[in-house]
């Protein structure tokens, strides 16, 4: 583990949003201020979340007000690569949908067909989303028993809130696999090295020359190990300092928060 005073060494900065820069309306560890440090010293700065529930212009739009300038074009999203990795497999594919409007506009954005009936569906695309119901679950059994080949968003069992936690994409995969014992083909978001290959592109950095900062050691922190990066956990989200002496995932190094970067 490396002391906090090599933490500016690096060129490329990836942040994690939730439990990382915020907490729901709550700014995290003075991360206005760190933003701003990083980007007077020239550092390259991209923000990369799991969370399929918002768009693109939603995350930047929060981060300035937050006081952080940002735009789509320095955030990544799960849905974002969903849509670029599923139009890759094929264009103007036909998808089903368990998922929110962010991942559904994305998705079209890519040129991807969405449909209502599962048994036109050639993938099904599960995500985080809030409106899961009975109805939903039958639908992707049907299509998976039709031979839609099945992908998702990301693997996160709960999303970090001010006060706790709500259930995450993992809830949504864990009822499909209940009623067909199938698990996605892939997932696309952390720590998936599809997400990490979307963020080296865009930050145009090589993976050593990047800090990875997260709260979570089963996406943030593992993707970075897997992928070459050096990788920051912060202890302002999901993971507390019991969680990470008991996990076999060990970070380059600990934080209390993003503040630390002030120090």
Known sequence: MKDTN???QYTGYIFDLDGTIYLSNRLLGQA???????????????????????????YAKKLNNFGIPATIDNIINSSLVTAQYLSKQKS???????????????????G??????????????VSFDRTFDYDKLNDAMIALKNGARYFATNPDRTC???????PDCAGMIGAIHGVTGIYPEVICGKPSPITLAVALEL?????????????????DIKMGIEQGLDTALVLTGITSKEILEKSSIKPTYILESVADFLL
């Open 160 to 166: 970090p809130i001010d006060g706790g936690e709500i």
């Open 32 to 58: 206005d201020q760190v933003i701003d440090k990083l980007t007077r010293l020239g550092k390259k700065v991209l923000f990369l979340t799991n969370k399929p529930i918002e768009t693109r212009l939603d």
């Open 203 to 219: 930050i145009q950095q090589d993976a050593k020359d990047c800090l990875m900062i997260g709260d979570r050691l089963e996406t």
């Open 6 to 8: 090599q933490l500016l």
């Open 92 to 110: 103007n594919a036909v998808v089903y949908v368990i998922g929110e409007p962010p991942l559904i506009q994305e998705l079209e954005s890519f």
């Open 112 to 125: 991807l067909q969405i449909t209502a009936d599962p048994l036109q569906a050639e993938f099904l695309v």
